[in-house]
């Protein structure tokens, strides 16, 4: 079920494809998001341009099974390795789509990773969310930071540190504002699986506020669904505290906002993702 790029005003969960095997479950939970909000979703293999002086380096050798170097690649030889590379990605992309029958595409991008991560944002009408690997979102941080500030239709990037390993559990939502839970609410309905399917927000309101938002919460959402409101009242400055909490929940996934206690800005970034063993999807700020 294939389909071509189009115009519409659909939704898209573009997903950053590395050579070698890709994290099981940041495709996993990419497909389970396309599913979920009814996206079409697009591989997007970064073919990046600083990767055309690679076999002009002396370092760039091909080793033996013994580790003895044999010698330098030609550029023709590593082209040849990447396209078998990049061919498989795209079976194994395509085969995965298709078994959760979701319109999708693959793409080849040359180019540098953040512009071509921008692309993939600003080309959609609809509302899109993007996976990237930890390791572009951390190397490239301050233009990510600045990509989820000011793209348009990004709804927010998922990220899946190396060592995540939990794929069920509950989705827990870190809530800046009980005035803006609404919509976060309403994604984590669709996420939550049916093994469990529990919903926790974690708020840092005081216990006489929630106590009053706690009754107009529950009459948003379906009945059906099993939602926790947790108070951590929790200082801005102790951002290792509110990660420790998160952790303890034991989440299939997590969901901030960027700017806010748990995601502050992108020095912590990287200790929460490594610290979650889960993935955390961060949402655009609301403001």
């Not at 080793?63 to 690649?73: A, E, R, W």
């Not at 999708?104 to 990773?113: A, G, S």
Request: charged share 25%.
């Amino acid at each position: 079920m294939s389909a071509e790029s189009s115009e519409r005003n659909i939704g898209r969960v573009v997903i950053e494809l590395r050579p070698g095997l890709p994290n099981a479950i940041a495709l996993e939970t990419a497909m389970r998001l396309a599913q979920a909000f009814k996206f079409e979703i697009r591989g997007l293999f970064i073919d990046n341009e600083e990767m055309e002086t690679l076999s002009e380096l002396t370092i760039t050798r091909t080793v033996s099974f013994s580790g003895k170097t044999l010698k330098q690649p030609s550029r023709n030889e590593i082209e040849r390795e990447a396209l078998l590379a990049v061919s498989s990605m795209r079976r194994q992309f395509n085969k995965m789509a298709e078994r959760a029958m979701l319109q999708h595409q693959f793409m080849t991008v040359r180019d540098h990773p953040v512009r071509a991560i921008r692309t993939a944002c600003d080309r959609n009408i609809g509302e899109t969310i993007l996976v990237l690997t930890e390791r572009l979102a951390l190397h490239h941080l301050g233009e990510i930071q600045e990509l989820l500030v000011s793209a348009e239709n990004l709804w927010g990037i998922l990220m899946v540190a190396p060592g995540a390993k939990r794929r069920t559990g509950p989705v827990i939502l870190k809530v800046e504002s009980m005035d803006g839970v609404s919509k976060m609410l309403k994604s984590a309905e669709l996420l939550a699986s049916p093994e469990n399917g529990a919903i926790i927000l974690v708020t840092d309101e005081d216990s006489d506020v929630l106590g009053k938002r706690s009754a107009e919460l529950y009459e948003t959402v379906d009945p059906s669904s099993r939602v926790q409101v947790l108070s951590a009242q929790i200082p801005d400055d102790r951002p290792d505290l509110m990660r420790e909490t998160i952790r303890r929940l034991r989440g299939g996934l997590v969901i901030a906002e960027f700017g806010g206690s748990l995601v502050q800005d992108g020095k912590n970034l990287k200790a929460l993702a490594n610290a979650l063993d889960c993935p955390l999807m961060i949402t655009t700020p609301s403001g």
